[in-house]
């Protein structure tokens, strides 16, 4: 049965609804149907800043072994790793009773912990490649900041030093 289903499957190539990946620049279709990179270049980043924070260090823990893994597979530098002393504590106090018995309160709270990782010398695309594979494998109660810092070259104007007449 695995056999008839098999030589019934049909492959169609359809070469121009492919698409290239490229790492250098984006594709542009000419009119000779050849594709040929622009001159644009990969944006390079300096410093990735990655914040988690939940309700669970365990699984910050755990998750920041899975980003830091990931990470090296993609041959993206790691920093520095660390999660902060203490937890910043939310405390709320509610009536035990909603309708009388002003002294019975019960008192709730929420701890959320924090951790930090840092990734340094990204290119934009080894960027957006990690940054999408880590946000799609975050757990459940797990929020996630992240923060580029990009390098840019110097103006022109500022290259050349201010000349003394």
């Not at 499957?9 to 490229?22: G, P, Q, V």
């Not at 260090?57 to 203490?86: M, Q």
């Amino acid at each position: 049965m695995m056999n008839s289903i098999i030589r019934n499957l049909r492959i169609h190539h359809d070469f121009n609804s492919l698409r290239a990946l490229t790492t250098g620049g984006h594709v542009i279709k000419s009119s000779n149907t050849t594709p040929r990179l622009s001159e644009e270049r990969d944006k390079l980043y300096s410093k990735l800043e990655i914040e988690i924070r939940g309700v669970d260090p365990a699984v910050l823990k755990s998750y920041s072994w899975f980003a830091t893994t990931a990470a090296n597979h993609l041959d993206i530098e790691v920093g520095k790793c660390y999660s902060g002393r203490k937890a910043s504590k939310e405390r709320l106090t509610l009536l035990k009773c909603v309708h009388i018995y002003k002294k019975h309160r019960v008192q709730y709270e929420i701890r959320t912990y924090f951790r930090y990782m840092n990734f340094h010398k990204l290119t934009e695309s080894t960027l957006d490649t990690f940054l999408e594979y880590i946000e799609r494998n975050l757990p459940e109660g797990v929020a996630l900041l992240a923060t580029r810092r990009e390098i840019q070259e110097i103006p022109e104007h500022l290259r050349q030093p201010p000349s003394l007449t």
